[in-house]
């Protein structure tokens, strides 16, 4: 499911409520990679009209709050949408027992829209925020549609994906080498976890300025992308371990007696069971490092980060408070287009059975 | 083990024992055993006793700590245990079907393994729904969660056999599953046996499934002691001591009659007469013998009625229409059990064997099933002093 909620993670370590709901994942028939197209239409002319309806109100508080509602309403409505649909399908087609079917469409539908609701609220709630420190941002919609600006905001957008990418990069291959490891050998379970765990209590000012001094680091992207891999470490690592030992024994049990080796197990058993449950864990790890990589530009780096640092620097001045605002808005779209990535790549990377 | 028809051993336990690490107690204390081809082996004993363990120190699941296991004449003992596995059929109480894959991935995993060409890994798959009882259309791109627990024990079974092992461990394997339907899974099981001709070890907690499905009875006492190692018959007749008569508990007498036919028994000498006859003629025919009852046979040979002495006047009646009916009749390849089953029944206390048209071929009373009972029992007793003797 392609939730907003996910933003709530990124303090913490994964809460156990994201781990269930991969390990059990909802119930979707064949078709389920493949949204059906009528949502899909609703959704694009939601988006599009939010859009257009926005901006015509004039670029102020009302008419963001209507793009950000619509934007979230288009992008994920046909998801829970054709995820509803399909269990509807499935239960009238007797291959999935009523009781499994999870929440009903109207809870679901209450659910998605509270969840808007309460988002619109959180974002409203930070607008007045900005408002009421820069005495109105009725410009701002001006500003970032400067030529040359909106030139610099793809630039550093694009820069910005690419830092947290990157990291997500090496923090999957460390992080889930080290849950497989772990989850083989149980006595690295809590050394591994615990290292993970420290890395998030370090400061990330002073994790990011560590590796300055390290000469094939030095200043510039290196560092922050290491720092960001380590705090994705306790996510990735946990759900990797956890997604591992709840694959049922005896599915691990029959695979060995038929004589698959420990790798064939692992690749096209353990791993396939255990994938939405680790592909949970990627997603909260991006999440959290989505917020972090603004802090890369302190330390030469790229991203949407420069942004929030131009406005700090220039404090009380004019367009202090709309270069902020631009970091802040752009990186919570990109958080979000990535939620919606890896919800789109759960979908499709989910084994039919699982589904 | 002496048997009449020694059949080759397929699988020998020699001294295999198991003792885990940090502990004194054996789980298995050192087992010999031979599984002979193409038979059923039940490996039966309270819980705990260490058969599951025993069954799966064979395919090496559990590493024996002694002992050595030979496998079709090699010894395995030492071989790498994933292609060892390859060669031997695995089935558990839980299944563990691939929930990921479809009924046909997951049937296709070792010939997968064995690196067989896509198109016989198809018609294998086919093959083997089939012969599970599974029509392959309707199953094959099915995935685990949408079978049954009795299908997917099917498919567990097909599984197993996938690349056609010439050896099957299987470890409870219709435990889980509810009477009904496991009365039925064993039959077609026996039925796929009896063209399959498979060795087969068999784990259960049950003595009633035991003796169902076995060729051969271990019963393992603690650590897989074996407490006796026979047929079912003789296990039943002949209780070797106090532990295996308890196992097996009441009413043993009654299941031996399960494994005697009524076609190899002799048959009792009874008077009968044929429904033409007069009643002074019958008379004499029933003075003659010793019994109370006269058997009254219809034209086609087919018995009709009992009749005794108070049925025989001077009116000259019909036969065929004086005394009882007879209700009901077996075949000769009834059971000694069905037999004490209808006796139970009988006006007479005695019940007809008939051929497939119906016609009379002899009659059965309690005193054969005792006589048998009491040959059976003689029999085994025999054989244990015949071994002890040796030994």
């Keep these: ?355 | 083990m002496t048997d009449d028809s020694a059949p080759k051993t397929m699988i020998h336990l020699d001294g295999v024992g198991k003792i885990y690490p940090g502990t004194d107690v054996p789980a298995v204390a050192s087992l010999t055993l031979d599984i002979p081809e193409g038979e059923i082996v039940v490996l039966v004993g309270p819980s705990g006793c260490g058969k599951s363990t025993t069954l799966r120190l064979i395919n090496r699941m559990i590493e024996p700590t002694s002992g050595r296991i030979i496998f079709d004449g090699d010894d395995v003992t030492g071989v790498n245990p994933d292609e060892l596995r390859r060669r031997i059929g695995y089935v558990i109480q839980q299944i563990g079907l691939f929930p990921h894959q479809t009924i046909a991935s997951n049937i296709a995993t070792v010939p997968k393994l064995l690196g067989w060409s896509k198109s016989d890994i198809n018609s294998r798959v086919d093959e083997l729904l089939d012969m599970v009882g599974l029509e392959p259309g309707v199953f094959r791109d099915r995935y685990p969660k949408e079978l049954s627990g009795g299908q997917a024990q099917r498919v567990g079974v097909a599984r197993a056999l996938g690349a056609d092992p010439a050896v099957l461990l299987m470890d409870e394997p219709f435990g889980a599953i509810d009477p009904i339907t496991r009365e039925r899974l064993q039959n077609e099981f026996l039925r796929l046996q009896s063209e399959l001709k498979k060795t087969i070890v068999f784990v259960t907690h049950d003595i009633d499934e035991a003796i169902k499905m076995g060729d051969r009875i271990a019963i393992l006492g603690d650590q897989s002691r074996i407490a006796q190692f026979d047929t079912p018959e003789r296990i039943l007749a002949y209780p070797v001591d106090d532990f295996v008569d308890d196992f097996i508990g009441s009413g043993s007498t009654l299941k031996g009659l399960n494994f005697e036919r009524v076609r190899d028994v002799d048959f009792d000498d009874y008077p009968v007469v044929r429904a033409g006859v007069g009643h002074t003629e019958a008379r004499t025919t029933l003075a003659e013998s010793s019994e109370q009852w006269l058997l009254v046979l219809d034209q086609a040979d087919r018995p009709v009625r009992w009749v005794d002495e108070t049925y025989l006047d001077s009116t000259d009646k019909p036969l065929i229409e004086r005394g009882l009916p007879v209700k009901v009749t077996i075949e000769p390849q009834a059971t000694l059990r069905d037999a004490l089953e209808e006796m139970l029944l009988s006006s007479s206390g005695h019940v007809c064997v008939v051929d497939g048209k119906g016609a009379f071929q002899g009659v059965v009373g309690i005193l054969t099933l005792t006589d048998v009972i009491d040959r059976m029992q003689t029999e085994a007793q025999e054989h244990y002093d015949q071994l002890r003797e040796v030994s």
């Design chain 1, 1 to 355: 499911m392609v939730t907003l909620g996910r933003w709530c993670l990124r303090c913490g370590p994964v809460s156990n409520d994201s781990q269930q709901a991969a390990a059990t994942p909802p119930a979707i028939n064949e078709n389920a990679g493949t949204l059906s197209y009528r949502p899909l239409i609703v959704g694009a002319v939601l988006v599009v009209g939010a859009v257009v309806v926005g901006f015509a109100v004039g670029g102020n508080l009302g008419g963001l709050i209507v793009i950000v509602t619509g934007l979230i309403m288009g992008l994920t409505g046909p998801v829970n949408f054709a995820e509803g649909r399909n269990k509807l399908a499935m239960i009238a087609d007797g291959r999935l027992p009523a009781a499994d079917a999870g929440p009903s469409r109207m809870k679901k539908i209450l659910g998605a829209i509270s969840t808007v609701i309460a988002v619109a609220l959180a974002i409203a709630l930070l607008v007045l925020l900005f408002t009421w420190a820069a005495d109105g941002i009725g410009n701002w919609f001006e500003w970032i549609r400067a030529a040359d600006r909106e030139d610099e905001i793809r630039t550093r957008l694009v820069e910005h994906a690419q830092l947290v990418l990157t990291s997500m990069f090496w923090a999957t291959i460390v992080g889930v080498g080290a849950g497989i490891v772990a989850h083989r050998f149980d006595f690295l379970r809590g050394p591994f976890l615990g290292i993970a765990a420290f890395f998030l209590t370090i400061p990330s000012f002073a994790l990011f300025a560590v590796f300055i001094p390290i000469s094939f680091i030095g200043i510039g992207d290196r560092g922050p992308i290491i720092a960001m891999a380590m705090y994705a470490q306790l996510p990735i690592m946990r759900n990797t371990i956890t997604g591992l030992s709840e694959v049922d024994p005896s599915v691990v049990e029959s695979a060995k007696g038929m004589g698959m080796s420990a790798f064939q197990r692992l690749r096209k058993i353990e791993m396939p069971l255990a994938w939405p449950v680790i592909l949970t864990g990627l997603r909260v790890a991006t999440l959290l490092t989505v917020g972090i990589a603004a802090i890369a530009v302190l330390v030469g780096g790229g991203g949407l980060g420069r942004f929030v640092q131009d406005g700090l620097t220039r404090h009380g001045l004019p367009t202090a408070i709309e270069r902020t605002w631009t970091g802040v808005v752009f990186i919570l779209i990109l958080a979000q287009l990535l939620d919606l990535g890896f919800g789109l790549l759960r979908r499709l990377t989910t084994p039919k059975g699982l589904k």
